[in-house]
């Protein structure tokens, strides 16, 4: 059977999750990808015969084309944030399984998710790119507030803004990286950011858990530590999945960040993809399940069973050292497996020595990824934290 999988940068998902399973479930798999050498060097050694095509995979229509040129397609298949809408078209003109194009976009624009889910609103003012920013300062909109990329992902110019004067001057500097760009801002939500990690056939849907996640110092959101919650109370989960159900997500795996306050769910985003930096490999591990083989079978048409045996007595714990400035990384740790004390633990790098960066007060400060998983939540947290304190970083301005 053959699968097209439409990317762009390569990902841990793809090279340690989903390209493994594929190959599990006997697929032969073509890459759709405008980055294509960034492709062939990642996967020189693990998949030297990888098919790699060169398309221009933001535009449906070119999707289509290289498909219809090729092969004969059985599933199309993507799980990149900016890539739903276009795999869902492609597959929806070949007759495949694919997910509703208008959820994609609501989940993905964050203006139309705001206006679809109006019986619970969040105030939020939509500023295209033409628009003069200083129409904000008209709108019914309270201070501080939260100034995004209408299609940003990733805390990718996420920034609160505590006045008119903080608002105007962030509008400047993220159209000044995003030419073109629309931009949202909305009320601040307050409370403890959540996670919900679901999936489905398009008929049945099965709650996987969520993670609970600490946040960097505010202006910014970048993702510094998260810990798995087996189980949110059961009128929070309701919440999530009446509000899922009402923007049409139900195929395939979806990764939905909440904060609840004074007892009452409130979207923050919906990524209609699997939850990502290796917190995907961490639960298809936690679980006990063939979690990306499941997804991929969703893809082809095939029902998931209605129980999927996952195991409920794991604790896991990840955190993401962050860059603290710009420059040169002069000294790092190496990628690391460990089990210590029933704690499996496992770090990979995410930057190597003699790379430069800037500082970006995003998830591309990340230095690396640890991750632990094990059946006591203090004990993980432990050899977490006993780990971390070993490692060092050194990074030349």
Avoid at 141 to 146: I, N
Avoid at 187 to 200: A, D, Q, R, V
Avoid at 245 to 263: I, K, M, R, Y
Avoid at 359 to 371: A, S
């Amino acid at each position: 059977m053959q699968m097209y999988v439409l990317a762009l940068n390569p990902t841990d998902s793809v090279t340690e999750g989903f390209l493994p399973a594929a190959r599990r479930l006997g697929l032969d798999v073509t890459l759709l990808t405008d980055r294509p050498e960034a492709h062939r060097d990642r996967y020189r050694d693990t998949y030297p015969d990888a098919e790699i095509l060169e398309c221009d995979v933001r535009d449906h229509h070119a999707v289509i084309t290289a498909v219809s040129a090729h092969r004969r397609p059985d599933a199309i298949f993507s799980n990149s944030d900016h890539l739903q809408t276009q795999t869902a078209l492609a597959a929806g003109y070949f007759g495949l399984p694919a997910k509703n194009w208008h959820a994609t976009l609501r989940t993905k624009d964050k203006a139309q998710m705001r206006r679809h889910l109006a019986a619970d609103p969040v105030r939020s003012v939509e500023l295209a790119a033409h628009q003069d920013p200083g129409e904000l300062l008209t709108a019914d909109l309270p201070l501080p507030c939260v100034l995004k990329p209408r299609e940003g992902v990733a805390s990718e110019d996420v920034v609160l803004v505590e006045d008119a004067r903080e608002l105007l001057e962030h509008c400047a500097r993220i159209r000044a990286r995003r030419p073109g760009a629309a931009l949202v801002a909305e009320e601040y939500l307050p409370g403890e950011l959540h996670t919900l990690e679901t999936l489905g056939d398009g008929n049945r849907l099965h709650v996987l858990g969520g993670f609970h996640t600490e946040l960097s110092p505010l202006p910014y959101f970048i993702e510094e530590r998260m810990a798995f919650v087996p189980a949110h109370p059961e009128p929070v989960v309701a919440q999530v999945l009446a509000q899922l159900d009402a923007l049409g997500v139900g195929l395939g795996a979806c990764h939905t960040e909440f904060v609840v306050h004074q007892e009452r769910v409130r979207l923050i985003e919906v990524n209609y993809r699997a939850i990502g930096d290796q917190c995907d490999l961490l639960l298809a591990e936690l679980l006990g399940i063939p979690l990306f083989e499941h997804i991929l079978r969703t893809h082809l048409g095939e029902p998931l069973p209605a129980d999927l045996n996952a195991r409920s007595d794991g604790a896991a714990r990840l955190v993401y050292p962050l860059a603290d400035r710009a420059g040169t990384l002069s000294a790092a740790p190496g990628p690391a497996d460990l089990t210590i004390d029933g704690v499996r633990l496992t770090y990979r790098p995410t930057r190597f020595t003699g790379e430069r960066h800037d500082l970006y007060h995003t998830n591309r400060d990340f230095l690396g990824i640890i991750r632990a998983t094990g059946t006591d939540q203090t004990s993980v947290d432990r050899v977490v934290e006993d780990f971390l304190a070993g490692l060092s970083w050194e990074i030349t301005p």
